[in-house]
């Protein structure tokens, strides 16, 4: 079976073919860093042109990489949420577009779920299995206990991670995005030690008993750093000891939540094999990787992170997803709405704070 994969829920306009034995036969993304980077950010009606401008191109390419043709197709996925409305209407309508004229089931895909599966595409992970899920505008973690059933445990309470690294950047005039600039200064700070005990940043959160996540402390933390040094343009040393002790504090923080919850699902669910995935863009951050490392092997659990290419928002995931979905016998009617907001816990309780990020 291969199954069309679209993501086009916030800056990258993606497109993939996935069979049903995991093999990725495509997978394309083309990024709209430069329409963004004079903004210093994702302007949604931006980003939804853009969407509409390329994705028939890089559907047709997809199919020409996997050398298939819309015959071939035995179904297809499309993210239709969360995320920026106007993209997802994008990549939905086009999926259901392909599917209805080729009369092949279409699966409406949570976009979180796909980074949630993606240790199953790259690993046959089996559930359950521990997610820190750091994706965009969400830091969660969350119980997989199977397709579709998930049980969140710690959510943000405002910002979350990868915003704290984008704000944090544009604060101390970095380029966007602002995240992989972050990890990318930092290496070149030439006494890492000295940097942390220089800025002496917070670890919000660390120690409480609680797995929620709270990053607008840090932020403004770094702003006072930023405002602490000299006027005028800042000096590559003073940027990049900023870095590294951002990105150690938010390593720290990461894997102190992540410490705890181990402890708690160990204990809940007894698993033979226990796992930590981490999964998101900022999961491709390899500071952040080491740190989540030594603290699986802690609680003699094995870290799972995807390779590069399929952190950041890609089609093999969802195309993944409607592969996970057939397989339980779950498909979507061509009515299914888009949705700018969609928890993959929707029974988990609202937290104080979180508004629609929960």
Not at 196 to 223: C, H, N
Request: with cysteine; glycine share 8%.
């Amino acid at each position: 079976m291969n199954v069309l994969g679209i993501e086009t829920s916030c800056d990258e306009t993606a497109a993939a073919v996935v069979t049903s034995e995991g093999k990725i036969l495509a997978n394309l993304v083309l990024s709209q860093i430069k329409e963004h980077k004079s903004f210093g950010g994702v302007v949604p009606e931006i980003a939804a042109r853009s969407h509409l401008d390329h994705l028939h191109t890089l559907i047709k390419a997809a199919l020409d990489d996997a050398k298939l043709s819309f015959d071939d197709i035995n179904a297809v996925a499309a993210t239709c949420g969360p995320g920026l409305i106007g993209g997802v209407l994008v990549g939905m309508m086009a999926g259901k577009a392909i599917a209805s004229a080729g009369n092949i089931p279409f699966i409406a895909v949570n976009h979180l779920e796909g980074h949630a599966l993606t240790p199953r595409l790259t690993d046959r992970l089996e559930f359950p299995y521990l997610l820190l899920l750091i994706s965009g505008g969400h830091t969660q973690i969350l119980v997989a206990e199977d397709v579709g059933q998930y049980k969140r445990w710690g959510t943000t309470l405002d910002d979350a991670a990868g915003e704290c690294f984008d704000k944090s950047a544009k604060l101390m005039g970095l380029p966007y995005p602002g995240g992989p600039q972050v990890e990318k200064i930092a290496a070149l700070c030439k006494n890492p030690a000295a940097a942390i005990k220089r800025f002496d940043l917070p670890r919000p959160m660390l120690g409480r008993k609680e797995l929620d996540f709270s990053f607008s402390g840090l932020k403004t933390a770094v702003r006072n750093a930023v405002e602490s040094l000299p006027e005028g343009t800042l000096k590559q040393d003073d940027v990049a000891d900023l870095c590294h002790a951002l990105q150690s504090a938010m390593a720290e923080t990461l894997a102190d939540r992540c410490s705890r919850a181990l402890e708690k699902f160990i204990k809940t669910y007894s698993p033979k094999s226990p796992a930590l995935v981490v999964s998101g863009g900022v999961a491709a951050n390899m500071a952040i990787r080491a740190q989540l490392e030594k603290t699986a092997a802690a609680h003699k659990a094995k870290l799972y992170a995807p390779p590069l290419n399929l952190c950041s928002d890609n089609a093999a995931m969802i195309a993944w997803v409607g592969i996970e979905r057939l397989n339980k016998g779950l498909s979507d009617s061509l009515d299914v709405k888009a949705r700018p907001r969609w928890p993959l816990d929707p029974s988990a309780e609202p937290r104080h704070g979180a508004g629609v990020k929960a």
